[in-house]
Structures are given as structure tokens and as C-alpha cells.
């Protein structure tokens, strides 16, 4: 027969264990948290805090208002991309903040571990609960300037989020365009965006995902020898 100790025991007991369980619950959803800006700018925040030339701006392919580096004030440069780019809405709100490293005479192997590296480490930084999903895709992206499709092999590695209560995605890719055009380089590609920003920027190019075997074989046609022999 339990006494009024026993119960007192008991019950100090059971409150200790809900006591640390109500603290791992609370400590895990503080410090495991999507991004919310990349550079030193806030997703879903106002372009007017970071640049007062309202003139600097022009319209995207795909009806956003398009910012360049030069342009803004307050973005905080990273050593390991060149240049940037940040989308804008309607009603100035940001909705895509983007990051392009460029290389020159690129293995295609050298972009795809620097783009798993970076994308392990943001996991990392964050203590993203979540996994980024690997995409291999085969893209025909819509060039404005020629109105042709150019071809790009494109390794991508993603992970969804909410960014003040809208859907977000970070996303990591290696793009390598077809090098016959000689018209753009192949590129190490980080953003950070709303998710139906990502829906809209889609909607002239034409996306096929496909198995890794297939990317591989993609590369000959685009004018890579990474792989011959192989």
C-alpha cells in the first residue's frame, strides 16, 4: 500500500519526466529552423530595407522585378559565390534571394561535391530535420534574348520549409548548359524562395527529371567528355 511519501515520490517522479520531455520538445522546435534569409537579406521582408534606388530595377521573364548586387545595399557578399540576384513581387516583397558561382573548365564532378558539401552544411547550421532530396534533371531553359531553348544538366539537392507561414525552399544545384551555344558556364546555384516563385520562374522552361544513368548519358549530348571511357 502506497503512503502519502510514496505518492508524493510518485508523482515528483512523473512531473521530472514531463518536465524533460516538455524541455527537449521546446529546445528541438527553437534550434531547428529553416532559413530565413541568405546574405544578409530576409525572405518575405520589404526590398525598400535594402535599397533606396527604386529606379535600378527591371522586370524578369517571368513578371517579378529582378535586383542585381550593384544595385542593393545591406546584402552581405559570400566569398564562395560571385554574383547575386534577388526577386521582388508586385508589392515589393522579396520572394527570391539567389547566389551564382560560376566555373571555367569545370569537371562536372568538382560543381556536384561542392554543392553536396554546401548542402550538408546548411543541414548542419540549421539542424534541418528534413533531408535534402538529390534531382537529376534534364532542363530546357526558355533564353529570352535568342527566344530559343538552351539545354542544361542540372544536379539539384532541395528541401522544403515555411518562411513567415509560406511554403519556402532552399536549393543547392550544379547547372551545365549545352556547350555548343557558347553562351552561358556552368554554374554552382544557391537559393533560397518562395515556393510559388520557384512555380512561376518554371513555367517557360520545360523540366524532365531523370534516373542518374541517363543524366550521366546527357552530358555527351551537351558536349562533356567527363565520362568517356567510363
Same mark, same amino acid.
Given at each position: 500500500?502506497?503512503?502519502?511519501?510514496?505518492?508524493?515520490?510518485?508523482?515528483?517522479?512523473?512531473?521530472?519526466?514531463?518536465?524533460?520531455?516538455?524541455?527537449?520538445?521546446?529546445?528541438?522546435?527553437?534550434?531547428?529552423?529553416?532559413?530565413?534569409?541568405?546574405?544578409?537579406?530576409?525572405?518575405?521582408?520589404?526590398?525598400?530595407?535594402?535599397?533606396?534606388?527604386?529606379?535600378?530595377?527591371?522586370?524578369?521573364?517571368?513578371?517579378?522585378?529582378?535586383?542585381?548586387?550593384?544595385?542593393?545595399?545591406? +546584402?552581405?557578399?559570400? $566569398?564562395?559565390?560571385? @554574383?547575386?540576384?534577388?526577386?521582388? /513581387? =508586385?508589392?515589393? !516583397?522579396?520572394?527570391?534571394?539567389?547566389?551564382?558561382?560560376?566555373?571555367?573548365?569545370?569537371?562536372?564532378?568538382?560543381?556536384?561535391?561542392?554543392?553536396?558539401?554546401?548542402?550538408?552544411?546548411?543541414?548542419?547550421?540549421?539542424?534541418?530535420?528534413?533531408?535534402?532530396?538529390?534531382?537529376?534533371?534534364?532542363?530546357?531553359?526558355?533564353?529570352?534574348?535568342?527566344?530559343?531553348?538552351?539545354?542544361?544538366?542540372?544536379?539539384?539537392?532541395?528541401?522544403?520549409?515555411?518562411?513567415?507561414?509560406?511554403?519556402?525552399?532552399?536549393?543547392?544545384?550544379?547547372?551545365?548548359?549545352?556547350?555548343?551555344?557558347?553562351?552561358?558556364?556552368?554554374? +554552382?546555384?544557391?537559393? $533560397?524562395?518562395?515556393? @510559388?516563385?520557384?512555380?512561376?520562374? /518554371? =513555367?517557360?522552361? !520545360?523540366?524532365?527529371?531523370?534516373?542518374?544513368?541517363?543524366?550521366?548519358?546527357?552530358?555527351?549530348?551537351?558536349?562533356?567528355?567527363?565520362?568517356?571511357?567510363?
Amino acid at each position: 500500500m502506497l503512503t502519502s511519501n510514496n505518492n508524493y515520490l510518485w508523482y515528483a517522479y512523473i512531473m521530472k519526466i514531463l518536465l524533460t520531455l516538455i524541455v527537449l520538445f521546446f529546445s528541438s522546435s527553437v534550434v531547428a529552423e529553416f532559413p530565413t534569409k541568405l546574405f544578409g537579406v530576409e525572405l518575405n521582408d520589404d526590398i525598400k530595407n535594402y535599397t533606396k534606388n527604386q529606379k535600378s530595377m527591371e522586370l524578369s521573364d517571368h513578371g517579378f522585378l529582378d535586383w542585381y548586387y550593384v544595385d542593393l545595399e545591406k +546584402l552581405i557578399p559570400n $566569398l564562395n559565390f560571385e @554574383s547575386y540576384r534577388i526577386f521582388q /513581387d =508586385e508589392n515589393d !516583397i522579396i520572394v527570391s534571394i539567389q547566389g551564382y558561382k560560376p566555373y571555367d573548365n569545370l569537371k562536372v564532378s568538382d560543381c556536384v561535391e561542392d554543392a553536396n558539401q554546401l548542402s550538408d552544411f546548411l543541414k548542419s547550421k540549421y539542424e534541418l530535420s528534413k533531408e535534402f532530396e538529390i534531382n537529376y534533371i534534364k532542363e530546357s531553359f526558355y533564353d529570352s534574348l535568342s527566344e530559343e531553348y538552351i539545354l542544361f544538366n542540372v544536379y539539384e539537392r532541395k528541401v522544403t520549409g515555411t518562411v513567415k507561414n509560406k511554403k519556402s525552399l532552399l536549393q543547392v544545384s550544379c547547372e551545365f548548359p549545352d556547350r555548343k551555344t557558347g553562351r552561358y558556364r556552368s554554374f +554552382l546555384h544557391l537559393k $533560397l524562395q518562395n515556393y @510559388s516563385f520557384e512555380k512561376k520562374e /518554371d =513555367e517557360k522552361n !520545360i523540366l524532365e527529371y531523370v534516373s542518374f544513368n541517363e543524366f550521366v548519358k546527357n552530358f555527351k549530348e551537351l558536349g562533356y567528355n567527363d565520362f568517356v571511357g567510363l
